[in-house]
């Protein structure tokens, strides 16, 4: 399986995230891609992507993100799937916990990609997010602020459920 690790090298939560991932994977094939320097057009040659975006303001996803949207809906992504992390902050935005994680996945699934590595909500405390799918989270989302010691384990957790 080809799988590429898509996220921003500057984000460093993120980063933190993706180095884990990159450890615990047993993936043969793992591609580091940085989000702000590449072309979209290499996604469809994936079996699997694993894309990072932190949710920024009030629920929105960070520049670097938002600038590909257009390319990305003009690619066929049917024979991809899309495994999503992100990180969020539960106290200070619990209306819109996690809400890059969602929005990712609706513009991968309008691009014809299957969207896995659901997880659940039980231990979050939030008003709402964007990332809720009948009662899970479409991807991971990890609080550094309010749960970091909880990272680890979920993000293990996480990486298992991909295989």
Known sequence: MKVALVYSHSAKK???????????AKWETLDTI????????VLSTYDLLVLGAPTWFDGELPNYWD?????IEQLNLKKVKVAIFGNGDQVRYPENFGDAVGLLAEVFESA???VIGYTT???YKFES???LRESKFCGLILDF????????ERILKWI????
């Open 129 to 131: 997010s964007k990332a």
């Open 14 to 24: 993120t980063s933190q995230v993706a180095e884990e991932i990159k450890k615990v």
């Open 112 to 114: 014809g990609a299957k």
């Open 67 to 71: 600038e590909l949207i257009p390319a």
């Open 34 to 41: 940085n989000v702000e320097e590449f072309d979209t057009k």
């Open 121 to 123: 909500t039980e231990g």
């Open 145 to 152: 602020e309010n749960q970091h010691k909880k990272n680890e």
């Open 160 to 163: 298992s459920s991909l295989v």
